[in-house]
T-cell receptor, first 111, second 116 residues
Framework: GQNIDQPTEMTATEGAIVQINCTYQTSGFNGLFWYQQHAGEAPTFLSYNVLDGLEEKGRFSSFLSRSKGYSYLLLKELQMKDSASYLCAVRDNTNAGKSTFGDGTTLTVKP | GAGVSQSPSNKVTEKGKDVELRCDPISGHTALYWYRQSLGQGLEFLIYFQGNSAPDKSGLPSDRFSAERTGGSVSTLTIQRTQQEDSAVYLC??????????????FGDGTRLSIL
């Protein structure tokens, strides 16, 4: 099975940089996803990592270290609209390829 | 439509009644997932379909819960004899390929189920 840990809450200032960490223990790994979920809305896809290293996509970057069971999501030039929950999801390597989601990190961006 | 569509968007029912939730995935997406999310909590996996078959039903919380998918498209999640602890948002997601692809899941807006 999968066990995924993320901080429950984080606060940051508009214009700053914030790093949201995710650690996982898994019996089989086949990729890690980050999703953003605004309150009352559905999650939306942000990034995917399956190999070690950094994936950059505009203001958002995601990093993966498989040996350490560790990922982070980096948000630069924070905007008020970035206030949301950020979900880390790990997919297993069975044919079913089920994704297990962490409980999410609620980020509050303050002026 | 362009996205995953779920209906109804809200459902209020009395304890003990049966409910049926519907999910219309993105056209062409072979993989379909059901999740449950309680207020302030993460996503709880319920069931996964690849085409019409369900390789993983391990998340269904009890035998009151069942799901089917027909024609490789629409899926229904049925909860029999509902209990108050079933109250949650039920989210459906679809993706282009099955478990070992890099395609992300696209989520519907969910059905908010309230059991009185």
């Amino acid at each position: 099975g999968q066990n995924i840990d993320q901080p429950t809450e984080m606060t940051a200032t508009e214009g700053a940089i914030v790093q949201i960490n995710c650690t996982y223990q898994t019996s089989g790994f086949n990729g890690l996803f980050w999703y953003q979920q605004h309150a009352g809305e559905a999650p939306t896809f942000l990034s995917y990592n399956v190999l070690d290293g950094l994936e950059e996509k505009g203001r958002f970057s995601s990093f993966l270290s498989r040996s350490k069971g560790y990922s982070y999501l980096l948000l630069k030039e924070l905007q008020m609209k970035d206030s949301a929950s950020y979900l880390c999801a790990v997919r297993d390597n069975t044919n079913a390829g089920k994704s297990t989601f962490g409980d999410g990190t609620t980020l509050t961006v303050k002026p | 439509g362009a996205g995953v569509s779920q209906s109804p968007s809200n459902k209020v029912t009395e304890k003990g009644k049966d409910v049926e939730l519907r999910c219309d995935p993105i056209s062409g997406h072979t993989a379909l997932y059901w999740y449950r999310q309680s207020l302030g909590q993460g996503l709880e996996f319920l069931i996964y379909f690849q085409g019409n078959s369900a390789p993983d039903k391990s998340g269904l919380p009890s035998d009151r819960f069942s799901a089917e998918r027909t024609g490789g498209s629409v899926s229904t999640l049925t909860i029999q004899r509902t209990q108050q602890e079933d109250s949650a948002v039920y989210l459906c997601a679809s993706s282009e390929n099955g478990g070992n692809s890099n395609q992300p899941q696209h989520f519907g807006d969910g059905t908010r189920l309230s059991i009185l």
